[in-house]
Protein backbone atom coordinates (compact mmCIF):
# COMPACT_ATOMS: atom_id res chain seq x y z
CA UNK A 1 0.00 0.00 0.00
CA UNK A 2 1.12 3.59 -0.53
CA UNK A 3 2.58 5.81 2.06
CA UNK A 4 1.12 8.62 0.81
CA UNK A 5 -3.07 9.52 -0.30
CA UNK A 6 -3.16 11.86 -2.96
CA UNK A 7 -6.34 12.89 -2.35
CA UNK A 8 -9.26 15.06 -4.26
CA UNK A 9 -11.81 17.12 -2.65
CA UNK A 10 -15.08 18.03 -4.69
CA UNK A 11 -17.18 20.52 -3.15
CA UNK A 12 -15.41 23.85 -1.77
CA UNK A 13 -17.22 25.22 0.92
CA UNK A 14 -17.45 25.43 4.31
CA UNK A 15 -17.29 21.92 5.14
CA UNK A 16 -14.50 21.02 2.55
CA UNK A 17 -12.54 24.08 3.92
CA UNK A 18 -13.47 23.69 7.96
CA UNK A 19 -13.01 19.63 8.21
CA UNK A 20 -11.93 18.45 5.58
CA UNK A 21 -8.59 20.29 4.29
CA UNK A 22 -7.58 21.66 7.93
CA UNK A 23 -7.26 17.99 9.18
CA UNK A 24 -5.63 16.81 5.38
CA UNK A 25 -3.03 19.40 6.32
CA UNK A 26 -2.63 17.81 10.17
CA UNK A 27 -1.75 14.59 8.47
CA UNK A 28 1.53 15.46 7.16
CA UNK A 29 3.73 14.01 4.82
CA UNK A 30 0.79 11.01 4.85
CA UNK A 31 -1.38 12.79 2.49
CA UNK A 32 -1.25 15.28 -0.53
CA UNK A 33 -3.93 17.32 -1.88
CA UNK A 34 -4.01 16.96 -5.37
CA UNK A 35 -7.05 18.74 -6.75
CA UNK A 36 -9.82 20.74 -6.00
CA UNK A 37 -13.15 20.75 -7.83
CA UNK A 38 -16.42 23.40 -7.49
CA UNK A 39 -18.68 24.17 -9.63
CA UNK A 40 -18.14 27.70 -8.93
CA UNK A 41 -14.48 28.67 -10.36
CA UNK A 42 -13.68 31.55 -7.62
CA UNK A 43 -14.85 28.97 -4.90
CA UNK A 44 -12.55 26.76 -6.19
CA UNK A 45 -9.47 29.06 -7.38
CA UNK A 46 -9.96 30.81 -3.55
CA UNK A 47 -9.58 27.36 -1.71
CA UNK A 48 -6.73 25.85 -3.65
CA UNK A 49 -4.98 29.30 -2.92
CA UNK A 50 -6.15 29.01 0.38
CA UNK A 51 -4.72 25.78 1.01
CA UNK A 52 -1.88 25.37 -1.48
CA UNK A 53 -3.36 23.12 -3.79
CA UNK A 54 -1.97 22.27 -6.73
CA UNK A 55 -4.73 21.67 -9.43
CA UNK A 56 -8.26 23.55 -9.84
CA UNK A 57 -11.69 22.00 -11.89
CA UNK A 58 -15.03 23.43 -11.85
CA UNK A 59 -15.98 20.05 -13.34
CA UNK A 60 -15.25 16.98 -10.80
CA UNK A 61 -15.50 14.55 -14.19
CA UNK A 62 -12.67 15.85 -15.52
CA UNK A 63 -10.96 16.06 -11.65
CA UNK A 64 -11.17 12.57 -11.73
CA UNK A 65 -10.16 11.62 -15.17
CA UNK A 66 -7.04 14.06 -15.09
CA UNK A 67 -5.54 13.76 -12.00
CA UNK A 68 -4.26 10.72 -10.52
CA UNK A 69 -5.88 10.06 -6.96
CA UNK A 70 -6.42 7.36 -4.18
CA UNK A 71 -8.86 9.11 -2.65
CA UNK A 72 -11.81 11.99 -2.03
CA UNK A 73 -13.71 14.09 -0.08
CA UNK A 74 -17.26 14.13 -1.11
CA UNK A 75 -18.29 18.03 0.19
CA UNK A 76 -21.41 19.21 -1.97
CA UNK A 77 -25.04 19.60 -1.70
CA UNK A 78 -26.36 16.55 -0.51
CA UNK A 79 -28.24 16.67 -4.35
CA UNK A 80 -24.67 15.70 -5.72
CA UNK A 81 -23.53 13.14 -2.90
CA UNK A 82 -24.68 10.22 -5.24
CA UNK A 83 -23.16 10.66 -8.32
CA UNK A 84 -20.03 12.54 -7.34
CA UNK A 85 -19.59 9.46 -4.88
CA UNK A 86 -20.66 6.80 -7.51
CA UNK A 87 -17.85 8.35 -10.25
CA UNK A 88 -15.24 8.53 -7.62
CA UNK A 89 -15.47 5.08 -6.70
CA UNK A 90 -15.46 4.52 -10.72
CA UNK A 91 -12.21 5.82 -11.06
CA UNK A 92 -10.63 3.73 -8.32
CA UNK A 93 -10.97 5.97 -5.40
CA UNK A 94 -12.01 5.61 -1.90
CA UNK A 95 -14.27 7.97 -0.82
CA UNK A 96 -15.15 9.84 2.20
CA UNK A 97 -18.88 11.57 1.79
CA UNK A 98 -20.39 14.25 3.54
CA UNK A 99 -23.92 13.49 5.75
CA UNK A 100 -26.21 12.21 4.69
CA UNK A 101 -25.59 9.57 2.69
CA UNK A 102 -27.73 10.43 0.00
CA UNK A 103 -30.92 12.13 -1.00
CA UNK A 104 -33.06 8.28 -1.53
CA UNK A 105 -32.46 5.17 0.25
CA UNK A 106 -32.44 3.94 -3.56
CA UNK A 107 -29.33 6.43 -3.64
CA UNK A 108 -27.50 4.66 -0.69
CA UNK A 109 -28.15 1.23 -1.86
CA UNK A 110 -26.30 2.23 -4.89
CA UNK A 111 -23.55 3.27 -3.68
CA UNK A 112 -22.81 0.79 -1.36
CA UNK A 113 -23.02 -1.32 -4.25
CA UNK A 114 -20.85 0.46 -6.20
CA UNK A 115 -18.28 0.50 -3.26
CA UNK A 116 -18.61 -3.01 -3.07
CA UNK A 117 -17.74 -4.02 -6.64
CA UNK A 118 -15.02 -1.14 -6.75
CA UNK A 119 -13.43 -2.95 -3.82
CA UNK A 120 -13.09 0.64 -2.12
CA UNK A 121 -13.48 2.35 1.23
CA UNK A 122 -17.34 4.20 1.51
CA UNK A 123 -17.65 5.90 4.48
CA UNK A 124 -19.64 8.51 5.67
CA UNK A 125 -19.14 12.06 7.41
CA UNK A 126 -20.62 11.16 10.63
CA UNK A 127 -17.57 12.83 12.96
CA UNK A 128 -19.96 12.42 16.21
CA UNK A 129 -18.59 8.67 16.32
CA UNK A 130 -15.15 10.24 16.27
CA UNK A 131 -16.62 12.90 19.72
CA UNK A 132 -14.95 11.59 22.83
CA UNK A 133 -18.36 11.33 24.76
CA UNK A 134 -19.11 9.33 22.01
CA UNK A 135 -16.29 6.69 22.23
CA UNK A 136 -16.19 6.65 25.73
CA UNK A 137 -19.97 5.68 26.68
CA UNK A 138 -19.49 3.04 23.57
CA UNK A 139 -16.80 0.73 25.46
CA UNK A 140 -19.29 1.00 28.27
CA UNK A 141 -22.22 -0.01 26.22
CA UNK A 142 -19.80 -2.44 24.55
CA UNK A 143 -19.48 -3.54 28.26
CA UNK A 144 -22.88 -4.17 29.26
CA UNK A 145 -23.07 -1.46 31.80
CA UNK A 146 -26.33 -0.26 30.45
CA UNK A 147 -27.87 -3.50 29.75
CA UNK A 148 -30.47 -3.97 26.78
CA UNK A 149 -30.76 -0.60 25.82
CA UNK A 150 -34.73 -0.39 24.70
CA UNK A 151 -35.56 3.02 25.21
CA UNK A 152 -33.78 6.32 23.28
CA UNK A 153 -34.17 10.00 22.98
CA UNK A 154 -32.60 12.08 20.16
CA UNK A 155 -32.37 15.33 20.17
CA UNK A 156 -30.68 18.26 17.46
CA UNK A 157 -33.03 21.37 17.63
CA UNK A 158 -32.04 24.96 17.46
CA UNK A 159 -33.99 27.77 18.51
CA UNK A 160 -33.36 30.06 15.36
CA UNK A 161 -30.20 28.00 13.71
CA UNK A 162 -31.72 27.95 10.17
CA UNK A 163 -28.17 28.10 7.84
CA UNK A 164 -28.00 31.61 6.37
CA UNK A 165 -24.76 29.88 3.61
CA UNK A 166 -25.41 27.27 1.08
CA UNK A 167 -28.38 25.72 0.06
CA UNK A 168 -29.84 24.27 2.98
CA UNK A 169 -33.33 25.66 2.86
CA UNK A 170 -33.74 24.48 -0.62
CA UNK A 171 -35.61 20.92 -0.73
CA UNK A 172 -34.74 20.25 -4.35
CA UNK A 173 -30.65 20.08 -3.54
CA UNK A 174 -30.55 19.06 0.11
CA UNK A 175 -33.59 16.62 0.37
CA UNK A 176 -35.17 18.17 3.06
CA UNK A 177 -34.90 20.02 6.35
CA UNK A 178 -33.18 19.52 9.55
CA UNK A 179 -34.07 15.62 9.70
CA UNK A 180 -31.92 15.43 7.40
CA UNK A 181 -28.88 18.18 8.29
CA UNK A 182 -28.65 17.75 11.62
CA UNK A 183 -31.13 15.24 12.92
CA UNK A 184 -29.22 12.50 10.91
CA UNK A 185 -26.09 13.10 13.12
CA UNK A 186 -27.75 11.99 16.36
CA UNK A 187 -29.51 9.71 15.03
CA UNK A 188 -26.68 7.70 13.32
CA UNK A 189 -24.81 8.54 16.99
CA UNK A 190 -28.12 6.96 18.88
CA UNK A 191 -28.10 4.34 16.44
CA UNK A 192 -24.16 3.16 16.88
CA UNK A 193 -24.47 3.18 20.35
CA UNK A 194 -27.55 0.84 19.86
CA UNK A 195 -25.67 -1.28 17.34
CA UNK A 196 -28.02 -0.27 14.75
CA UNK A 197 -30.46 -2.47 15.28
CA UNK A 198 -33.18 -3.36 12.70
CA UNK A 199 -36.06 -0.46 11.80
CA UNK A 200 -39.65 -1.70 12.17
CA UNK A 201 -41.75 1.47 12.03
CA UNK A 202 -41.89 5.17 11.36
CA UNK A 203 -44.31 7.57 12.48
CA UNK A 204 -43.21 11.33 12.09
CA UNK A 205 -44.65 14.79 11.53
CA UNK A 206 -43.05 17.71 10.24
CA UNK A 207 -43.46 21.39 10.60
CA UNK A 208 -43.29 24.70 8.36
CA UNK A 209 -44.28 27.41 11.24
CA UNK A 210 -40.92 29.70 11.51
CA UNK A 211 -39.03 29.19 8.26
CA UNK A 212 -40.57 30.44 5.53
CA UNK A 213 -41.46 34.07 7.33
CA UNK A 214 -38.51 36.61 8.45
CA UNK A 215 -37.17 36.70 11.81
CA UNK A 216 -33.71 36.49 13.78
CA UNK A 217 -31.02 34.35 12.30
CA UNK A 218 -28.32 33.10 14.52
CA UNK A 219 -26.82 31.33 11.68
CA UNK A 220 -26.70 34.32 9.71
CA UNK A 221 -29.50 35.97 7.04
CA UNK A 222 -31.48 32.75 5.91
CA UNK A 223 -33.88 32.85 2.65
CA UNK A 224 -36.88 32.98 4.10
CA UNK A 225 -39.03 33.87 1.13
CA UNK A 226 -37.78 30.51 -1.06
CA UNK A 227 -37.53 28.29 2.15
CA UNK A 228 -39.03 24.67 0.93
CA UNK A 229 -37.76 22.46 3.51
CA UNK A 230 -39.44 21.56 7.24
CA UNK A 231 -38.05 23.85 9.97
CA UNK A 232 -39.01 20.84 12.90
CA UNK A 233 -39.38 17.44 12.48
CA UNK A 234 -40.57 14.94 15.34
CA UNK A 235 -41.13 11.32 15.37
CA UNK A 236 -40.80 8.01 17.05
CA UNK A 237 -39.04 4.76 15.81
CA UNK A 238 -39.86 1.23 16.69
CA UNK A 239 -37.09 -1.38 15.97
CA UNK A 240 -37.76 -5.04 15.32
CA UNK A 241 -35.96 -5.90 18.98
CA UNK A 242 -38.79 -4.17 20.45
CA UNK A 243 -36.73 -1.02 21.13
CA UNK A 244 -38.07 2.52 20.19
CA UNK A 245 -36.39 6.06 19.49
CA UNK A 246 -38.15 9.51 20.05
CA UNK A 247 -36.81 12.25 17.49
CA UNK A 248 -36.98 15.99 17.82
CA UNK A 249 -34.77 17.95 15.38
CA UNK A 250 -35.22 21.66 14.38
CA UNK A 251 -33.90 24.74 12.64
CA UNK A 252 -35.83 27.08 14.20
CA UNK A 253 -38.77 26.46 17.62
CA UNK A 254 -39.48 28.36 20.37
CA UNK A 255 -37.41 26.68 22.43
CA UNK A 256 -34.84 27.92 25.00
CA UNK A 257 -31.35 26.76 24.61
CA UNK A 258 -30.11 28.22 21.29
CA UNK A 259 -28.51 24.92 20.39
CA UNK A 260 -29.14 21.17 21.68
CA UNK A 261 -27.39 17.84 20.21
CA UNK A 262 -28.36 14.93 22.68
CA UNK A 263 -28.55 11.41 22.56
CA UNK A 264 -30.06 9.75 25.92
CA UNK A 265 -30.11 6.39 26.39
CA UNK A 266 -32.28 4.19 28.93
CA UNK A 267 -31.57 0.78 29.08
CA UNK A 268 -32.24 -1.59 31.73
CA UNK A 269 -29.18 -1.47 33.74
CA UNK A 270 -28.20 1.93 33.01
CA UNK A 271 -29.13 5.20 31.30
CA UNK A 272 -27.00 7.82 29.82
CA UNK A 273 -27.08 11.41 28.16
CA UNK A 274 -24.27 12.16 25.83
CA UNK A 275 -23.05 15.72 25.89
CA UNK A 276 -22.41 16.26 28.50
CA UNK A 277 -21.75 12.51 29.45
CA UNK A 278 -23.63 11.21 32.25
CA UNK A 279 -24.07 7.60 33.40
CA UNK A 280 -27.02 6.35 35.63
CA UNK A 281 -27.31 3.10 37.21
CA UNK A 282 -28.36 1.78 40.68
CA UNK A 283 -25.67 0.11 42.49
CA UNK A 284 -25.96 -1.09 46.08
CA UNK A 285 -29.22 0.42 46.47
CA UNK A 286 -28.35 4.25 45.57
CA UNK A 287 -28.71 5.92 42.49
CA UNK A 288 -25.55 7.02 41.09
CA UNK A 289 -24.35 9.32 38.30
CA UNK A 290 -21.31 8.97 36.81
CA UNK A 291 -19.31 11.37 35.11
CA UNK A 292 -15.85 11.58 33.37
CA UNK A 293 -13.50 13.25 35.16
CA UNK A 294 -11.28 13.41 31.69
CA UNK A 295 -11.96 13.23 27.98
CA UNK A 296 -9.42 13.10 25.62
CA UNK A 297 -9.20 16.55 23.46
CA UNK A 298 -9.08 16.08 19.94
CA UNK A 299 -11.26 16.84 17.42
CA UNK A 300 -14.21 14.99 16.12
CA UNK A 301 -13.49 16.17 12.65
CA UNK A 302 -9.32 16.12 12.96
CA UNK A 303 -10.05 12.31 14.29
CA UNK A 304 -12.41 11.57 11.49
CA UNK A 305 -10.22 12.68 9.26
CA UNK A 306 -7.50 11.11 10.27
CA UNK A 307 -8.81 7.67 10.70
CA UNK A 308 -9.59 7.93 7.10
CA UNK A 309 -6.17 8.49 5.80
CA UNK A 310 -5.60 5.61 8.52
CA UNK A 311 -8.15 3.33 6.53
CA UNK A 312 -7.14 4.03 2.96
CA UNK A 313 -3.15 3.89 4.02
CA UNK A 314 -3.93 0.43 5.70
CA UNK A 315 -7.39 -1.08 5.22
CA UNK A 316 -8.32 -0.44 8.78
CA UNK A 317 -12.02 -0.48 8.26
CA UNK A 318 -14.10 2.55 8.63
CA UNK A 319 -16.63 3.34 11.36
CA UNK A 320 -19.42 4.27 9.49
CA UNK A 321 -20.49 1.75 6.74
CA UNK A 322 -22.26 1.70 3.58
CA UNK A 323 -24.85 -0.53 5.00
CA UNK A 324 -25.44 1.78 7.94
CA UNK A 325 -25.72 4.66 5.41
CA UNK A 326 -28.74 2.51 3.41
CA UNK A 327 -30.59 2.24 7.12
CA UNK A 328 -30.76 5.51 7.49
CA UNK A 329 -31.66 7.08 4.04
CA UNK A 330 -34.53 4.63 4.72
CA UNK A 331 -35.20 5.50 7.64
CA UNK A 332 -35.26 9.16 6.87
CA UNK A 333 -37.51 8.43 3.65
CA UNK A 334 -39.85 6.75 5.78
CA UNK A 335 -39.97 9.36 8.18
CA UNK A 336 -40.70 12.13 5.35
CA UNK A 337 -43.13 9.64 4.05
CA UNK A 338 -44.78 9.36 7.51
CA UNK A 339 -45.31 13.18 7.93
CA UNK A 340 -46.57 13.87 4.27
CA UNK A 341 -49.21 10.92 4.65
CA UNK A 342 -50.34 11.34 8.19
CA UNK A 343 -49.46 6.94 8.41
CA UNK A 344 -47.04 4.67 10.48
CA UNK A 345 -44.39 3.74 7.68
CA UNK A 346 -43.38 -0.04 7.97
CA UNK A 347 -40.35 -0.73 6.79
CA UNK A 348 -40.52 -4.38 5.67
CA UNK A 349 -37.15 -5.19 5.65
N1 LIG B 1 -20.40 16.83 8.98
C1 LIG B 1 -20.88 18.00 9.32
O1 LIG B 1 -20.95 18.37 10.49
C2 LIG B 1 -21.37 18.94 8.24
C3 LIG B 1 -21.48 20.31 8.49
C4 LIG B 1 -21.87 21.15 7.45
C5 LIG B 1 -22.18 20.61 6.21
N2 LIG B 1 -22.08 19.25 6.00
C6 LIG B 1 -22.45 18.66 4.70
O2 LIG B 1 -21.49 19.09 3.72
C7 LIG B 1 -22.12 19.32 2.48
C8 LIG B 1 -21.78 20.74 2.01
O3 LIG B 1 -22.15 21.68 3.00
P1 LIG B 1 -21.38 23.09 3.14
O4 LIG B 1 -21.81 23.68 4.42
O5 LIG B 1 -19.92 22.91 2.88
O6 LIG B 1 -22.07 23.88 1.94
P2 LIG B 1 -21.42 25.04 1.05
O7 LIG B 1 -22.56 25.60 0.28
O8 LIG B 1 -20.61 25.94 1.91
O9 LIG B 1 -20.42 24.27 0.05
C9 LIG B 1 -20.84 23.42 -0.98
C10 LIG B 1 -19.95 23.70 -2.20
O10 LIG B 1 -20.23 22.70 -3.19
C11 LIG B 1 -20.16 23.35 -4.45
N3 LIG B 1 -20.88 22.51 -5.44
C12 LIG B 1 -22.22 22.45 -5.65
N4 LIG B 1 -22.47 21.51 -6.59
C13 LIG B 1 -21.29 20.99 -6.97
C14 LIG B 1 -20.90 19.99 -7.91
N5 LIG B 1 -21.80 19.33 -8.61
N6 LIG B 1 -19.57 19.73 -8.06
C15 LIG B 1 -18.65 20.40 -7.34
N7 LIG B 1 -18.96 21.36 -6.43
C16 LIG B 1 -20.26 21.64 -6.24
C17 LIG B 1 -20.77 24.72 -4.22
O11 LIG B 1 -20.40 25.65 -5.20
C18 LIG B 1 -20.21 25.06 -2.85
O12 LIG B 1 -18.99 25.77 -2.95
C19 LIG B 1 -23.61 19.08 2.69
O13 LIG B 1 -23.93 17.79 2.24
C20 LIG B 1 -23.79 19.14 4.19
O14 LIG B 1 -24.82 18.29 4.68
C21 LIG B 1 -21.66 18.43 6.98
Known amino acids: ????????????????????????????????VAAVADTVKETAEECAKRFSIPRVFTRYEEMLEKVELDAVSVCTPNKFHAPVTMAALAAGCHVLCEKPPAMTAEEAERMAQAAEKAGKILTYGFHYRHAPEVEALKRFVDA????????????????????????????????????????????????????????????GSTYQKLGNRKGVGVMGDWDWKNFSV????????????????????AFAANLDPLEEMNV??????GGADLFP???????????????????????????????????????????STPDQGVVLQRLIHAFYQSAETGEAVKLDR
Not at 13 to 23: C, F, M, Q, Y
Open 144 to 203: GELGEIYAARVHALRRRGIPGWGVFTNKELQGGGPLIDIGVHMLDTALYLMGYPEPEVVL
Open 277 to 319: LKIYQEKHDTLVNITPAHLPEKGSYELEIERFVDSCLTGIPPL
Open 230 to 249: EDMARGMIRFKNGASLILES
Open 264 to 269: TLMGDE
Open 1 to 32: MADVLRVGVIGAGAIARGAHLVNYQKCGERVE
